[in-house]
C-alpha cells in the first residue's frame, strides 16, 4: 500500500518521510523490520502484538477499478438477445417462416386454425454455386405451395400446384384431366352436388367477375378447350375444389411469387375465419383462447408433418 492510501493518511495527503532507525547494538537481537501494517517482527517470528508471521494479515490489494459487474452482466445480456433477433431475423427470412390457414380452401388437408412452419428454401431460385450445394426443388404437380397472391402481393396464399409450364388442362363434370389423362386424387373433396358451368367445365364462359389475371389467362393461354401453363408459371386450385379461389378465377402463379412449401403444422385451434384474416389481435381473441386452449386445440394435428401428392 503507498502512502498516499495508506489508512494513517487520508487520500490526496502526503506522509512524511520515517526517520531511519538506527543499527542495533546488540549482535544477537535482529533488526525491527517495518511491514506493510506498521508493525514490527521480532527474530522469533513473532510480530510485535505476538501473532506469527506467516499468519499475520497480508496486505489487501486495492479493489480493481473498471466497468461494474451489473454494467457488464447487462451489457452481455443485450449481446446475447441481439445476436437471438438476428438469427431468428435470418432463419424467419431465409430459412421457415410462419404462417395459419385463414380459409377452408385446402380442407381437408389443411383446415381453418392451422398454424404451420413454411420452407422457404426449398422452392428458392438457385445461384451460380448454391444450385449445386443446397437442395433446392423444382415444383412438380401435387405439391403444395405458399405463394404471394399475384392480384395482391401483400397477401399470402397456399394452394396445391396442379400444372407446371407445358401442361394442358380442363375439368369436365368436376373431374381435373391433365394433358389429357384423368387425374386420381384422393386428397379432393367436392361438398356441393350441383354442376357449376364454369368452375366445374373450365375453361368455359364465365358466370363470375373474374381478375384480370385470369381474363388474360382465358384469352390467350386456351388452345383447343385446355389452358396450356406457360413458362415460369403454375397452375393452382385448392382441395376443396367447390369453395376454392384459385387459378380459375385469377390466373397463373409467376415462379417468382412462390415463397416456399409447408412442413409441419405446429398447432391447430379450432377458431373462425374472420378472426384469422386480421394481423390484430383482439381482447376477445385471447380471452378466447385462455378459456378454451384445451378444448380448442386439435391436439392429432400437432405436429403433423404435410407432404404433396404425385399428380401424374
Request: aromatic content about 10%; charged content about 20%; some cysteine.
Given at each position: 500500500m503507498s502512502p498516499e492510501n495508506s489508512p494513517d493518511h487520508p487520500l490526496g495527503s502526503v506522509a512524511p518521510e520515517s526517520p531511519v532507525a538506527?543499527?542495533?547494538?546488540?549482535?544477537?537481537?535482529?533488526?525491527?523490520?517495518?511491514?506493510?501494517?506498521?508493525?514490527?517482527?521480532?527474530s522469533n517470528g513473532l510480530s510485535g502484538n505476538g501473532v506469527a508471521a506467516e499468519h499475520a494479515p497480508a496486505e489487501t490489494a486495492p479493489a480493481a477499478t473498471g466497468v461494474p459487474i451489473e454494467g457488464a452482466m447487462a451489457r452481455n445480456t443485450l449481446s446475447e438477445w441481439v445476436i437471438t433477433i438476428l438469427l431468428l431475423l435470418f432463419l424467419t427470412t431465409f430459412l421457415v417462416q410462419a404462417f395459419v390457414i385463414p380459409t377452408g380452401s385446402m380442407?381437408?388437408?389443411?383446415?381453418?386454425?392451422?398454424?404451420?412452419?413454411?420452407?422457404?428454401?426449398?422452392?428458392?431460385?438457385?445461384?451460380?454455386?448454391?444450385?449445386?450445394?443446397?437442395?433446392?426443388?423444382?415444383?412438380?404437380?401435387?405439391?403444395?405451395?405458399?405463394?404471394?397472391y399475384p392480384t395482391d402481393i401483400q397477401q399470402t396464399f397456399v394452394k396445391r400446384c396442379m400444372g407446371v409450364p407445358g401442361d394442358r388442362i380442363h375439368i369436365?363434370?368436376?373431374?381435373?384431366?391433365?394433358?389429357?389423362?384423368?387425374?386420381?386424387?384422393?386428397?379432393?373433396?367436392?361438398?356441393?352436388?350441383?354442376?357449376?358451368?364454369?368452375?366445374?367445365?373450365?375453361?368455359?364462359?364465365?358466370?363470375?367477375?373474374?381478375?384480370?389475371?385470369?381474363?388474360?389467362?382465358?384469352?390467350?393461354?386456351?388452345?383447343?378447350?385446355?389452358?396450356?401453363?406457360?413458362?415460369?408459371?403454375?397452375?393452382?386450385?385448392?382441395?376443396?375444389?367447390?369453395?376454392?379461389?384459385?387459378?380459375?378465377?385469377w390466373g397463373f402463379v409467376p415462379r417468382q411469387n412462390i415463397i416456399g412449401k409447408p412442413l409441419i403444422i405446429y398447432w391447430s385451434y379450432d377458431r373462425p375465419s374472420d378472426q384469422l384474416n386480421s394481423n390484430s389481435v383482439t381482447f376477445p381473441q385471447m380471452l378466447d383462447l385462455a378459456e378454451h386452449f384445451f378444448s380448442k386445440t386439435r391436439w392429432r394435428r400437432a405436429f403433423m408433418l404435410i407432404h404433396g401428392y404425385p399428380v401424374q
Amino acid at each position: 500500500m503507498s502512502p498516499e492510501n495508506s489508512p494513517d493518511h487520508p487520500l490526496g495527503s502526503v506522509a512524511p518521510e520515517s526517520p531511519v532507525a538506527p543499527a542495533p547494538e546488540n549482535p544477537w537481537v535482529a533488526a525491527p523490520i517495518e511491514s506493510g501494517l506498521g508493525e514490527t517482527v521480532a527474530s522469533n517470528g513473532l510480530s510485535g502484538n505476538g501473532v506469527a508471521a506467516e499468519h499475520a494479515p497480508a496486505e489487501t490489494a486495492p479493489a480493481a477499478t473498471g466497468v461494474p459487474i451489473e454494467g457488464a452482466m447487462a451489457r452481455n445480456t443485450l449481446s446475447e438477445w441481439v445476436i437471438t433477433i438476428l438469427l431468428l431475423l435470418f432463419l424467419t427470412t431465409f430459412l421457415v417462416q410462419a404462417f395459419v390457414i385463414p380459409t377452408g380452401s385446402m380442407e381437408d388437408t389443411l383446415l381453418i386454425g392451422d398454424h404451420l412452419l413454411v420452407d422457404k428454401l426449398a422452392f428458392a431460385p438457385g445461384g451460380p454455386v448454391s444450385k449445386y450445394i443446397l437442395p433446392y426443388l423444382d415444383v412438380k404437380r401435387g405439391d403444395i405451395i405458399v405463394f404471394r397472391y399475384p392480384t395482391d402481393i401483400q397477401q399470402t396464399f397456399v394452394k396445391r400446384c396442379m400444372g407446371v409450364p407445358g401442361d394442358r388442362i380442363h375439368i369436365v363434370n368436376k373431374q381435373v384431366y391433365i394433358n389429357d389423362k384423368p387425374l386420381v386424387e384422393p386428397y379432393k373433396v367436392n361438398k356441393t352436388d350441383y354442376i357449376d358451368s364454369y368452375r366445374d367445365n373450365f375453361p368455359g364462359e364465365p358466370n363470375v367477375t373474374l381478375e384480370r389475371g385470369a381474363v388474360e389467362m382465358l384469352e390467350h393461354n386456351v388452345e383447343n378447350g385446355e389452358v396450356v401453363v406457360p413458362p415460369n408459371s403454375y397452375f393452382a386450385m385448392g382441395d376443396n375444389r367447390d369453395s376454392s379461389w384459385d387459378s380459375r378465377y385469377w390466373g397463373f402463379v409467376p415462379r417468382q411469387n412462390i415463397i416456399g412449401k409447408p412442413l409441419i403444422i405446429y398447432w391447430s385451434y379450432d377458431r373462425p375465419s374472420d378472426q384469422l384474416n386480421s394481423n390484430s389481435v383482439t381482447f376477445p381473441q385471447m380471452l378466447d383462447l385462455a378459456e378454451h386452449f384445451f378444448s380448442k386445440t386439435r391436439w392429432r394435428r400437432a405436429f403433423m408433418l404435410i407432404h404433396g401428392y404425385p399428380v401424374q
